[in-house]
Structure formats: C-alpha cells, structure tokens
C-alpha cells in the first residue's frame, strides 16, 4: 500500500505540478466465486449450491453469467450471507452430456467477480432389475407338468437387455427367453415343471444381462404309482412247492390308471390292473407248477406316465424228498445176524434237505444222513442194516425229519432163536448201538483264525444245557472193498473252553496249507450229544514260496561285467603306455 501511494504521488507531481496527490485505494479483496461439479441423472433435476468467498462482511449477489446448453436454471435462492442455491433441470432430448454454466458474485459497491464455472454431468440412471428370489412349483406327478408365471421388471434407468434360460426338468412355454426392458417396464415369464424322478428338484434360472442375476427353482417329483412293499418277496410255507406272495398299487394322483404288469415266465401274475384315483389295489403273485428254485428279477409296471420296476425276490421251493425203496422188508432172520438192504433217497425240491433220522431199535444207517444237507436234485444211497441178538419182530419204521417235514419208510423184518438153513447173512459187526441224541440246537456257523500251523475256532455257545463240546475230524477213507467213505476220529485232546456265551477251542502242529473238516458234538450234563454241527472246512495259512529276483540278479551281473571290462582295458592301456 505504501508503495502504490509512492507511486501516486509520482504520477500527480507530473501530473500537476508541485500539487498533492490524495487517493484512496480499497483495503478489502472482491469477492470470489468457487466452481462446482454435480452428477445428474438424465431428464431429471438437482440442486446445485453456490458459494463465494468474501472478506468484507456483507450479503453477496450471486449473478448467471453463462447459461446452460442442455438444461435451464431456477431462480437464485440465498440461503446465507456468502451462499445460495439453483435448480438445475435436464432436458432428456438433450442426452447424456457435461453440461456446464457459469456464475459471478458481488458485494455492495463492488464491481462483479469473475465467473466460476460449474460443471454437469449428465448420465442415465442405473438399472434396478427386480425379479421374485424364488419360484416354487406345486407337487407333481412323474411325466405331468405343472406351471408358474412370474414378472421381472426395470425399476431404474437404462435398458436391460439379454435372455433367461432353466435347466432341466423346468422349460420355458412362450418364447425363448429374451428380453429388452426400459426404464419401468416389466416382463411375464411361464415356466413349465415336468419332472422325472420320485424326489425334490432344486434348480436356478438364469438372465444373461449381468452376472449373478439368477432366481431359484424348486418343485417335487413324485410316482402316481406306489407299490408297496419296494420289493416284492414270493415265499412258500415250507410244504407246498407253490409260493404265495403279493404286493399293493397305491394310486396318489387325481386321475384312473390303466396298468400292465409283466413278470418273469415262473411267475403268475395279473396282466392289467386299473387302480382308482386316490385308491389302492392288492395284486397276487405265485410262482408256477414245476418251478421249483430261487428267483431274483423284476416286475414291470406301466402305463400312462407310469414306468416302474419293482424288485422281485422268490424264495426257492422247501426240500421235497422221495425214497426207494418206498418200504423195506428184511424177512426172516436168525438172531445174531444181520439184513442189509440199499436205499437211496433224492431230493426234489427246490431247496437243500438238511434231515435227521429215527430209527427202530437194532437199525443202522450208513452214512449218517445228518452230516451232510442232500442238495436239490441230489440222490444219496444208504446202506440200512437191521440186526437183534434175540428172537424179535420189526413192525416199526424209518423216520427222516426235515425242518418238521417227516418222511417215513415202513420197516419190516422176523427174527427167529435159531439160525435157520439157507441163511447167510453175515455176523451184525460189533460195537455201540447207533448213537441217540438229545433235543439241544446243534452248532451251526463257527469261525476261525489261522495260522501256518494253528487255528483258533469260535462259536456261539447254543444253549445252557450244554455242559461241554467236542471236536471230531472227518477224513476220506476206503472200505474192504476199496471204495472210499467217510471216517469220523474224535479229538479228545482238543478242549474246548467256555467264554461267556461263546466257546474257544484251539488246534496246533497243523502244516501250512492243511484243510481239515471238523463236525461239532455239544454234550448235556448227562452225558448225551446233541445232532452234530454241519461239516466245516477250515485251514492254515500256506508258506509263500522263495521267489528270486533273476531280473535283478542279471541286471546286478551285467553291471559287474561291464566294471571288470572297463577296468582291463585300463589296465592294458597303461601297460602299453609303459612299454
């Protein structure tokens, strides 16, 4: 300030001469406007405030110095001392642009700012795509369809443009999906469920205009048509050769169904069976004369957008056993010797035959027709043998028992005092009479550890009467006449140990690799067997036998020679050298 005033004086000393300059210049700074930027969306409107800075202290005018070009402006409002505000209005026509004005400030007995510019930009506001989260389908039969519409809109601005697809089971009725929407327009979707499988499905449909734009889908399944049991089992009632079973057709769909049922060629069933809506009808199924074995197949169930098939499970036919003789007569015989008669027993069934057999006083029967099951279509001969020490008469018969089933073959024979002329038979061999067993259940599954030289058997003990068990080895041997048969040798030195409820027995020295067939003989407290236990096969471990590795070894050898050839030559070469 001082040195504007040195430089008044100057000018008024050339000026006027020897006059005195007197001037007074403005302490305070004008006021000044500050620019501004602001965002608005296409065709709409905003307010836009205004500022200027001033240090004078007194109410500012705010001044339009350039108008927009793609919008108008509002009256200036003051809303302070140094601020006010304008509404800046877009004309959509115009685009989306940066629009731009300019204003100035001004303070009493000032002159006007500067302008300031402010600076608009103008864009289109952004889309809101607005869709249901889920689209839920009612209950719906295997091969029906059901359907949904549903509406998916913009709710802001721009134009959303793209294709809605569905996975399977889900299909689309009308159109193939695409859509373009504006600024607040909507679409209808029809969405079809036709499922096929007797479950939940869950599923997204998708809209392609952006990424994670999906809505869920969910419907069930489920068969018009249930049977129940799943699985059909046809089963005998342990005398006849014809099984019985049969199963229900449960109708849960609103409508009749016609249904055709095919089965395997050894069963009978209804070919067609109508079952009422929300209805239920008992089908019967048995197997056919003469089919006598075990069936595992299917049913097949259809019909209108039915299509099931169910697993079927015949059980095989019980044992049947047919004897010849169909009675044996062993005539007269002296006391002391003895009858023999063959007789061969075959089974019919379907089944294996497991028996036991009763015999009058004085018979025997080789073999013993307990130790082995007799397996469907099998025939078994058996010597039968009859002898009494005194004067008697047989009227009695032989009894096979299976599962409660007995067969008998009468028995007859005349023993007299004195051994009568004509009469050879053979002396009755000597030893105990044939074993009587007691009613206890014998042992039916045993287990085993084994190894190189001894087996460690387990089984449940079968009943507390049982006082002890014993083992007995069953080996192949030969007759006089060299045919082979069965000879059964205790153990007496194998003992077998209570556990509880399970018994322990354990065998030692065995070889490796030995099999054996033991049979299992429970005793009650008086000392009297029970049946014995079916035949099992048991057996040590078997050595693993040396095996060389000659792949290696040539391989080992080849590398030696290679190493004494390399090292001659050396060896020959530095010998040369020396020479």
Known sequence: MRRLAFVG????????????????????????????????????SIQIPLRGVSRGGQPLTFLIRRAPQAGR???????????????????????????????????????????????????????????????????????????????????????LTGEFTVPEPWKLVEGEGSYSLGEGESVS?????????????????????????????????????EVVPREVRVEGDGHSEVRTGGFLLRNVSNEDRELTIQAPKEVIVQDTVTVP???????????????????????????????????????????????????????????????????????????????TAAYPEGTMLDPDP????????????????????????????????????RLSVPMKAKVTEHHEKGDESPVAPSGPPPVKTNDLPPVEQMGFAQTKTRLDLTWKRTSPEIVRYGLILREIGFDAKGEAVFKYKPLPRVKPRFVRDEVRATLEGLRPGEHITLLIVGYDASGTPTVPSPPFVVFTKPTVPLRIPWFWIGVLAIIVCAGVIVRERRRARKFAGVG
Do not use: C, W
Request: net charge neutral; charged share 20%.
């Open 9 to 44: 004086i100057l000018l008024g000393g050339f000026v006027g001469g020897a006059a005195r300059a007197d001037i007074d210049l403005p302490t305070v700074p004008p006021p000044q406007p500050e620019a501004v930027a602001v965002k608005v969306f296409l065709g709409e």
């Open 73 to 159: 402006l509002s009256p200036i409002t003051s809303v302070g001392r140094n601020e006010a505000v304008v509404t800046y209005t877009h004309d959509r026509s115009a685009g989306a642009v940066v629009d731009r004005f300019r204003y100035a400030v001004q303070a009493p007995n000032t002159g006007v700012s500067t302008p300031a510019e402010v600076i608009v930009n103008v864009v289109e506001r952004p889309s809101v795509f607005t869709a249901p989260a889920t689209v839920e389908f009612p209950d719906t039969a295997i091969g029906d369809s059901s359907r949904q519409s549903f509406e998916v809109r913009n709710d802001g601005g721009g134009r």
């Open 189 to 225: 979707f029809t969405v079809t469920f036709t499922p096929t499988d007797n479950r939940r499905f869950i599923g997204e449909g998708t809209f392609s205009h952006g990424e994670g734009f999906q809505i869920a889908l969910t419907g069930r399944g489920y068969a018009p048509i």
């Open 277 to 355: 809506a929300r209805s239920e009808t008992q089908v019967a199924v048995h197997t056919r004369a003469g089919f006598l074995g075990a069936l595992s197949g299917t049913l097949a169930i259809t019909g209108s957008k039915v299509k099931l098939d169910v697993p079927l499970r015949v059980e095989a036919s019980p044992a049947r056993m047919i004897v010849h003789p169909e009675a044996i007569d062993f005539g007269t015989l002296a006391a002391g010797r003895y009858g023999r008669v063959k007789m061969t027993l075959k089974n019919i069934g379907g089944s294996p035959a497991q028996f």
């Open 370 to 405: 307990s130790y082995e099951a007799l397996a469907p279509g099998a025939v078994r001969e058996f010597s039968v043998s009859f002898a009494r020490p005194g004067a008697a008469t047989l009227d009695g018969a032989l009894a096979f028992d299976m599962g409660g089933v």
